[in-house]
């Protein structure tokens, strides 16, 4: 079938049925949470990191510039590798200019910990969708540290942080199931005397504390009677350059993942995807709804589980995801949301409450995907209510992605398999988290203009 632009901006796309099934064997790009990480602690290790497997999206991209203006020293060889020699922790350099994370709620959540606890000044900024993300949720227990804070309108970027070079050590109880407000919390805890610690309800993705542990720190994790998760960390340790291998990403794995699933005839393996327990809520939620999924070679690489998913299409039956599944997979909702309205019944996800505060109000724009698109969608409190259509997706619809990556990649999904084709405002966000993603999904056949 053709395929062809909707208008002249260089970034929408028309999206139609694929001539073919898709069919092959492909790797996605490196884990975003693993790779803000690794860049992150490699720069306040000393000695030289060398990490393979970085993601080189827009997003990461922004963190290297920030720990570049904040003192360490990042390049990348031709053969793809990442050096950072990092400048020690507590000898941040206050940065001549105002730090710009993008589209990046991570590398500004993450970031804003490591601000507090130096004895500098510093202005943080973002792109529209960053600047209305709210901030408050990490300067709140960030303040007990003794840095101050001035931000734009109850909390949003820019921000300005006057940091501390004696920072307290903080206890906190998340008050969200947020890796973010977590991390943060943890790495103000790196520069300050004594035991951080942090409390959370429900266990949500543990990269900081396995990195850190990776690099030299003292971090402790116990479980709570509630189910939770209570971690301790021992500060002022001696973080040593360690080198990192980035497993690929189970979050952007999805996109391919889902769409083999719906597209029919169609028989794919992923390899080298991260298979870390807190991140693959949405195979377990595929699999219950009859998806034919199965993990080849597992195996530990750098520290994480990784393995191989092959996967072919399958019909797939409505699904109850419980609210304590969410932190598994909080970043899966959008593609989750269009393999539901391909699928027979009527799914309700629960507990999505969090998916406000993303790149775009993530609950508004996925009923708004699927209801321009002839799906049947709407919020109940904090679920998504999702009408299946038996694997009828209408389509003809216009996505408005809203600034947000993940929309446009499921947008791209559902036009696959919509009876009519699907045009998407602008694709040119998936960049921020998974470069080549259009390439990588026509080398299988999915037949993409862009
Ligand atoms: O810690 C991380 O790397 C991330 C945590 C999640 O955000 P929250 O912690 O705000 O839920 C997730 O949505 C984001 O893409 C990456
Ligand atoms: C929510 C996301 O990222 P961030 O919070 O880092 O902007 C995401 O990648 O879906």
Redesign the pocket.
């Known amino acids: 079938m053709t395929m062809t632009k909707p208008s002249a901006s260089s970034s929408a796309l028309r999206v139609s049925r694929p001539a073919s099934s898709l069919t092959g064997r492909i790797a996605v790009p490196g884990d ?3 790779s ?2 690794a860049l992150m602690f490699a720069a306040l290790a000393r000695g030289e990191t060398r990490i393979v497997g970085l993601l080189e999206g827009e997003d990461v991209l922004r963190t290297a510039d920030a720990m570049r203006a904040l003192g360490a020293k990042i390049s990348r060889e031709d053969d793809g590798r990442w050096h950072v020699h990092g400048c020690g922790l507590g000898a941040l350099r206050e940065p001549a200019d105002v730090l710009d994370m993008g589209n990046s ?2 590398a500004a ?2 970031l804003s910990g490591l601000l507090a606890s130096h004895g500098i000044m510093s202005v943080m900024t973002g792109d529209a969708s960053l600047r209305r993300r709210p901030m408050k ?1 990490v300067m709140d227990p960030l303040a007990g540290t003794g840095a101050t804070f001035l931000a734009r309108d109850g909390g949003r970027l820019p921000l300005a942080i006057q940091g501390t070079a004696q920072p307290a050590p903080l206890s906190y109880r998340l008050p ?8 943060a919390v943890l790495l103000a805890g790196l520069n300050a005397a004594g035991v951080t610690q942090v409390e959370e309800p429900v266990p ?2 543990d ?2 504390e396995n990195m850190l542990r990776h690099f030299g720190a003292h971090v402790t994790v116990e479980e709570t009677p509630e189910g939770g998760r209570l971690i301790r960390l021992e500060g002022q340790p001696r973080l040593v350059a360690r080198d990192v291998t980035v497993p690929g990403d189970p ?1 952007s794995a999805a996109f391919v993942l889902v769409a083999a699933l719906l597209v029919p005839g169609s028989d794919v393996t992923i390899t080298n995807v991260g298979l870390n327990l807190l991140r693959t809520g949405l195979f377990t939620t595929l699999r219950e709804m009859g998806g034919r999924l199965d993990i080849l070679d597992e195996r530990t690489e750098g520290g994480e589980p990784v393995g191989d998913l092959h996967v072919r299409a399958s019909s797939l039956q409505a699904v109850d995801v419980p609210a304590d599944r969410a ?1 598994s997979m ?2 899966e909702y959008p593609v989750l949301a269009v393999a539901a309205a391909h699928a027979t019944g009527i799914s309700r996800l629960r507990g999505l409450a ?1 998916l406000r ?2 790149e775009s109000d993530r609950l508004a724009s996925t009923v708004a995907l699927l209801e321009n698109n002839g799906v049947r969608t709407r919020i109940d409190g904090d679920d998504l209510i999702i009408h299946g259509t038996g694997g009828h997706i209408p389509g003809g619809g216009l996505v408005e992605t809203h600034m947000d990556h993940r929309l446009a990649m499921s947008a791209s999904v559902l036009g696959l398999v919509a009876e009519k084709p699907v045009d998407i405002d602008d694709t040119a966000f998936i960049d921020t ?1 998974f470069p080549g993603y259009f390439a990588l999904m026509n080398s299988l056949g999915a037949g993409f203009s862009a």
């Open positions: 975003k949470s693993i803000h990480r709620g991570t959540r993450l949720r969200v199931a947020s890796a973010q407000v977590k991390s949500t993705r990269h900081t979050s932190p909080i970043d969090e505060v993303k988290s």
